[in-house]
């Protein structure tokens, strides 16, 4: 320790660095151990060197151990395939080699691209184009299953730390492949059971046997599989999530805030905005496009001949802009911070004022 004051000399001769006893310190300072003599200072800075030295090689070496894998390696993977296994040697070889990644992202891209061109068709019709790239989907699924397969036999599955779906980005591409498999193998399994009358009836471009639209809608998903090929993004989309909480209390304040003025509109406007122009006697509306009306005060009159104005009306946007209840009310607040609309609802309330004042 830099803080001590007992010193122990040993004698470079001694066998085996055997202290031979602590060192007698004068009153000037000096210590006499065997006729050779050391200052109270020399010793400090000698035990403060060392022990600088002996950190500074800990830490060079700590850093060399952190430094020497990339990606910790399970000295098992699927119970049986050991670090020096010829099989799992070569897997942990292609899935750690860059240009391998370089490929995985090109062929991530691709499909984007082939999801992207894909054209639905309302009454499950199609064309030739998507019939090429539906078949162009299984060379992707055929990859992507590849590289998850090298990666479950390089780093294991699931029990040790630094297995592959131990990582949620790993799970999520384990699912998505997981997910393709299986709708592939129920449509070739329906499409087997129907036999080849099902087979002349099918619609040009649709894949065979069974219409698995819920499962194959996880492709979409796909293009998430950048963010376990690209280290940055990961970081990226860490923080975020990470913000969410924060954010919370930012969404607590602007509801607190679209509570009080549904509040204050319940107070001011409930039940004030179901008054419309009618035709007199009758039910039908005297305007095409039906807007709030004051029958009294300076609000908007209706001048169409043969009509008044009274209630009975469902209110604006089919009776769900208003301030009837708390609800509806909130409804209506949040429809003005988005600002989708505002004006209208500013234009009503404004009638409402006018007919009260």
């Keep these: 320790s830099e803080n001590t004051n007992v010193f122990i000399y040993v004698r470079e001769g001694d066998e085996g660095g055997e202290k031979k006893g602590d060192a007698e310190w004068t009153e000037d300072g000096m210590a006499d151990n065997g006729g050779v003599k050391m200052t109270r200072t020399d010793t400090l800075h000698s035990t403060t060197s060392s022990t600088g030295t002996q950190r500074k090689k800990s830490h060079h070496n700590k850093k060399v151990v952190q430094g020497s894998d990339k990606v910790q390696r399970a000295p098992r993977a699927l119970y049986c395939l050991k670090l020096n296994n010829p099989i799992r040697r070569a897997a942990l070889s292609i899935v750690e080699w860059k240009p391998f990644d370089i490929f995985i992202l090109i062929a991530i891209f691709a499909n984007c691209i082939a999801l992207g061109v894909s054209k639905p068709f309302p009454e499950e019709d199609s064309n030739s184009t998507n019939h090429d790239l539906e078949q162009v989907e299984y060379v992707f699924l055929i990859i992507f299953t590849i590289e998850t397969f090298l990666k479950i036999l390089a780093y294991g599955l699931v029990m040790h730390p630094s297995s592959y779906i131990r990582n949620g980005w790993n799970l999520l591409d384990f699912v998505i492949v997981i997910v393709g498999l299986f709708s592939v193998v129920l449509e070739t399994m ?8 099902a087979s002349t009836h099918h619609v040009p471009g649709k894949p065979g046997g069974l219409d698995v639209k819920a499962l194959r809608a996880f492709r979409v998903l796909r293009p998430l599989r950048l963010v376990s090929g690209v280290p940055s993004l990961q970081i990226v989309l860490n923080s975020i999530m990470k913000a969410m909480l924060p954010l919370l209390h930012i969404a607590l304040l602007v ?21 419309s122009c009618y035709y007199i006697g009758t039910d039908n509306y005297a305007e095409d496009d039906p807007v709030p009306c004051a029958f009294a005060g300076h609000g908007r009159q209706c001048v169409v001949n043969g009509s008044e104005c009274r209630g009975k009306w469902a209110g604006p946007n089919g009776g769900i802009t208003n301030f009837d209840n708390f609800f509806f009310a909130m409804l209506t607040v949040f429809q003005c911070i988005t600002m989708e609309g505002w004006t209208d609802v500013l234009y009503w309330v404004r009638i409402i004022l006018y007919s009260t004042g």
């Design 190 to 197: 329906t499409h087997k059971a129907t036999g080849e009358a």
């Design 255 to 275: 509801l607190f805030v679209i509570i009080i003025y549904a509040i204050i509109g319940l107070e001011l406007f409930i039940g004030r905005m179901h008054k």
